[in-house]
């Protein structure tokens, strides 16, 4: 067994759908829906990324969320920035973090991993 597709709600997919494509890569499955859409890495393999309506409330501390691995943290996170994600202030960092936290323009909880440190 193994992860086949994360899936995130987003009140307005396309815009998610544009961001994370851009973010990751990844193309379209198969054509979106206004309410739907599974994104997959365009070459080779990777786990999936669904993008489903919802007009739930984004958590503040969510319980799932995705890990983005890099080497090179500081200008992945500026490149996320210019497509749209947000900083945002995290109370829970840890002395000297590996990771800065980010929302995508739906407000969804994203951590940029820097595969290099300590």
């Not at 009140?11 to 599974?38: C, H, I, M, N, Q």
């Not at 409330?57 to 210019?82: F, K």
Request: proline share 6%; glycine share 8%; hydrophobic share 45%.
């Amino acid at each position: 067994m193994h992860i086949g597709t994360v899936v995130m709600g987003a009140s307005d997919v396309a815009r998610a759908a544009a961001f994370w494509k851009a973010a990751l890569g990844y193309v379209e499955r198969e054509p979106a829906t206004d309410d739907w859409v599974v994104l997959v890495p365009a070459e080779g393999p990777g786990a999936g990324l669904a993008l489903g309506r919802s007009d739930s409330l984004v958590q503040e501390v969510p319980r799932v969320h995705l890990d983005l691995y890099t080497e090179e943290q500081d200008a992945e996170v500026a490149r996320l920035l210019a497509l749209g994600a947000a900083e945002v202030d995290w109370e829970l960092y840890p002395e000297d973090p590996d990771f800065v936290v980010l929302a995508d323009p739906e407000g969804n909880r994203f951590c940029v991993i820097d595969t290099t440190h300590g």
